[in-house]
């Protein structure tokens, strides 16, 4: 062999090998993140649960079921849960169907309603059914004077309806789409009625896809926290005991022991809905026809005004929200005020970014990092770091998984979908156990409120990524080396610029749901780390609901903001990114 022959191989050697050892790197780095800041929080909420100081017992786990109060906040979420999975899977489908399958006019509208309850927290549809229904509510007080009000079991799962809705949505919708309506074609042209056909063919074609949307509300109504601690009233649930538990009595074991007990429906959802997903991508077909044949006029109608309603009960949410922020006193005085954005907790929120600005124009920086601490202001740059550290980790997960799959990718692969079944309540337990030590700086600042956001929220992430990735040719990447590029700069300047819109998704979903999630963050709070979304719930509590509307309406302009840049700059929603997810 020549020198030069020498030379190409050494060339060619050399990056294939610092491939590998970054690989390799790169994925015991996310492996030791993933065990450390997710099974080791759970680990710990376990231990708690089954030990007694050092001694192993079930004695807290009898505690819990031989106590009558307590046992039945597990009944009752079961109860709230089917009835919700039930329901929003059921009218999700047919407004599903609605979109998918029929000729109507403004499917573009419909749809756009219908995700607006994933950019606000979930607290906002329990807001809006008190200012309506509650004691005090426009509807039962002030014109129908009746003393019935929406506390309760009802009230969780007419809210819960509404918030899971577009997340059963998205499943149905995708599914409905995919799958192939030649179908429905030949089994009309053999004579068979459109109702028929529904039953023998539509159903059966998409009972995956409709089990899996039933497996997701399931899980999503049985971990939410905002909804039952706002509108439950007495009705305890899993959720708001557990916050009982820890917060009111400081009972860190029970607290730990329903957590493992909500665990238990939460993880067997989450590995149904896996399950179901799989089998539901089996029977898409990839000569789906998207083709529609017009609908007859009363079909048309008919679903026109059935999709109209989910639709018009979502604005009636936002509206109510977005006006009882600005009234003096609902029901009684509707005249305008702008006193409920004078926030307690934060001095008053115009004048709080008066001065902000003021300091950034004058150079004060002490100032600048002193007003930080105004909720608004904290869930705003801690969404902004969770963004581009959640895309970063979740792309780079996405692409060791997807591109270099390497020894032991499926095990990263499934601590990276593991998050999605472990409720945020729970994790947010979890932290406190297991990081409420002098040792970890993290406790007690906004960091472990970071890495906490990001972790719950790191399987839809890391699927994205994923599902992006598939879409480039292997090929590229294999050109890029052979002109002699090496990992770092194949990675960044050829797969980088082309999952860019995904990225920018992402970064969109991360910072949405850092700025609107309750369950995940609700332990980790405390006078120095306050969050806007926790500031609703306090907020509330208090009594002051009118300026529990007005964050809830300040939350929600931000993430429309981000919505609207994210649209400006890639040319398309990052709502549709995740359904299409």
């Known amino acids: 062999m020549n020198r030069t022959e020498k030379t190409q191989g050494s060339t060619i050697s050399n ?19 993933l065990i450390f800041f997710m099974l080791y929080p759970v680990y710990d909420i ?55 399958r029929t000729t109507i006019r403004g499917k573009g509208v419909f749809y756009t309603i219908s995700t ?69 074609e030949a089994a009309q042209s053999l004579g068979a009625s459109s109702l028929k056909t529904f039953y023998k063919v539509t159903l059966p074609s998409a009972k995956y896809g409709i089990a899996s949307a039933a497996a997701l509300v399931f899980n999503l109504t049985i971990t939410d926290f905002g909804v039952p601690v706002v509108i439950g009233g007495n009705y305890s649930v899993l959720a708001t005991e557990i916050y009982q538990q820890v917060i009111g009595m400081q ?33 898409i077909s990839g000569q789906a026809r998207p083709f529609l044949q017009p609908s007859r006029p009363f079909k048309k109608w008919a679903f026109t005004l059935y999709c109209w309603i989910p639709c018009i009960f979502i604005l009636i949410v936002f509206t109510t929200v977005f006006l009882g922020s600005f009234v003096k006193v609902w029901p009684y005085d509707f005249s305008l005020t702008l006193k409920h954005y004078d926030f307690p907790s934060l001095g008053g ?31 705003l740059w801690v969404s902004i770091l969770v963004a581009i550290g959640g895309a970063s980790l979740t792309l780079i997960t996405g692409y060791i998984v997807e591109k270099k799959k390497p020894r032991g990718e499926q095990f990263l692969y499934t601590l990276s979908v593991l998050p999605a079944a472990i409720p945020g309540i729970v ?26 956001i990001i972790i719950c929220n790191f399987t839809l992430g890391v699927l994205s990524s994923i599902a992006n990735l598939k879409q480039i040719d292997k090929s590229i990447e294999e050109a890029a080396v052979s ?3 090496d990992p770092i700069i194949t990675f960044t300047r050829v797969v980088f610029p ?64 981000m919505l609207v840049a994210m649209r400006l700059i890639t040319g398309k929603t990052a709502l549709k990114g995740m359904s299409a997810t």
């Not at 994790?427 to 970071?450: D, E, H, Q, R, S």
């Open 116 to 184: 607006l309850p994933l950019i606000a927290p979930s607290i906002i549809q329990g807001l809006a059914l008190i200012l309506l229904f509650g004691k005090n509510g426009l509807i039962t007080r002030y014109l129908f004077h009746t003393d019935w009000n929406i506390y309760g079991a009802t009230g969780i799962i007419v809210a819960e309806c509404l918030y899971c809705f577009p997340n059963a949505l998205f499943i149905l919708y995708t599914t409905l789409s995919a799958v192939d309506t030649r179908l429905d």
């Open 427 to 452: 994790m947010g337990l979890g932290y406190i156990l297991a990081f409420n030590k002098p040792y970890f700086f993290i406790y007690g600042t906004f960091w472990i409120v970071i890495i906490n």
């Open 349 to 379: 929120i115009a004048p709080v970014w008066t001065k902000f600005w003021a300091s950034i124009l004058k150079g004060e920086w002490q100032s600048i990092i002193a007003y930080k601490y105004a909720p608004i202001w904290n869930s």
């Open 483 to 485: 002109l002699g590029a």
């Open 15 to 33: 990056p294939i090998s610092s491939d590998r050892w970054l690989t390799g790197v790169t994925m015991g780095f996310l492996l030791a993140v």
């Open 498 to 561: 082309l999952t860019k819109t995904a990225f920018l998704s992402n970064m969109t979903f991360f910072f949405m749901r850092s700025m609107t999630t309750i369950s995940a963050v609700i332990f980790l709070v405390s006078a120095k780390v306050k969050l806007a979304a926790i500031e609703i719930v306090f907020l509330d509590i208090d009594g002051r609901t009118a300026s529990a509307n007005a964050m809830c309406t300040i939350i929600i302009l931000i993430v429309v903001g």
């Open 251 to 283: 009972r860190f074991n029970l607290g730990a022991t329903i957590s493992v007990i909500l665990l238990i429906p939460s993880v067997a959802a989450f590995l149904l809905n896996y399950y179901l997903t799989k089998k539901s991508y089996a029977l």
């Open 46 to 100: 376990c231990k708690l649960s089954f030990y007694r100081g050092k001694v192993l017992t079930l004695e807290h786990y009898i505690s819990y079921f031989t106590n009558p109060r307590m046992f039945r906040s597990l009944t009752n979420s079961l109860i709230v849960s089917s009835v919700t999975t039930v329901i929003t899977t059921i009218l999700a489908f047919f407004f599903a169907y609605g979109l998918t």
